[in-house]
């Protein structure tokens, strides 16, 4: 297993356009999250699921925002009609809750992120 | 949810020890204190996490005082590669509801040789 998997790198599209990212969390890891990282700033939590199920939505997240999960494995997120403020790295990360039910932070893995620039 | 509060960057030369201190006064009982770091183009990775007095790995140590209102990371020793955004995040074990982790801006390190 190499970690957290995120396709593409790198993304450029046109304004107004759709794009649609990929996750692949690490295998026996059943939370999956997505942030969202514009320049010089900390990574903001968008959404997490915990299998196939999507417990919590941000208020960052809006409506051309759709994140799917539906085999409980990869996820995908989707930016519909594109702006030029949604232009930032989208950062997946996956973690696996201790038999309490909680997840240690050290069991949490990010990916290496998709850059989005729209243009 | 406690706020951190950590410089925005810092400057150090190689071989130097490097100590970055993080402000939570509003930290909470059951809060933990955690670490990241992140390069340029990759996601944050875990470097350290403690909840009182001292923690150390190979990588680094985390000092703690008794009030738990701040925290220090230390790097012993930097080399170039240490050059990266160091992230201090206060919340309880495994997150926040969810797990969902709160960044604050972080503290960019320039390791100069």
């Known amino acids: 297993d190499t970690g957290v998997s995120q396709d593409p790198r790198h993304k450029i599209t046109k304004r107004g356009q759709n794009v649609t990212f990929r996750c692949d969390p690490i295998s026996e890891h059943n939370r999956l999250y997505w942030y969202r990282q514009t320049l010089g700033q900390g990574p903001e939590f968008l959404t997490y699921f915990q299998n196939e199920a999507q417990l919590e939505k941000s208020r960052l997240l809006s409506d051309r925002f759709s994140a799917e999960r539906p085999k409980g494995s990869f996820s995908t997120l989707e930016i519909q009609r594109t702006e030029q403020g949604d232009s930032a790295m989208y950062l997946c990360?996956?973690?696996?809750?201790?038999?309490?039910?909680?997840?240690?932070?050290?069991?949490?893995?990010f990916g290496s992120g998709t850059r989005l620039t729209v243009v | 949810l406690a706020k951190t509060t950590q410089p925005i960057s810092m400057d150090s030369y190689e071989g130097q020890e490097v100590n970055i201190t993080c402000s939570h006064n509003n930290i909470a009982t059951n809060d933990y204190i955690t670490w990241y770091q992140q390069f340029p183009s990759q996601g944050p990775r875990f470097i350290i996490q403690?909840?009182?007095t001292k923690v150390t790995n190979e990588v680094a140590s985390l000092f703690i005082p008794a009030d738990r209102k701040s925290s220090t990371l230390s790097l012993p020793r930097v080399s170039l590669s240490d050059t990266a955004v160091y992230y201090c995040?206060?919340?309880?074990?495994?997150?926040?509801?969810?797990?969902?982790?709160?960044f604050g801006q972080g503290t960019e390190l320039s390791v100069k040789p």
């Open positions: 995040l206060v919340g309880p074990l495994g997150g926040n509801q969810g797990g969902k982790l709160i």
């Open positions: 403690g909840y009182k």
């Open positions: 990360a996956s973690s696996r809750p201790n038999r309490e039910g909680v997840s240690l932070n050290y069991g949490y893995t």
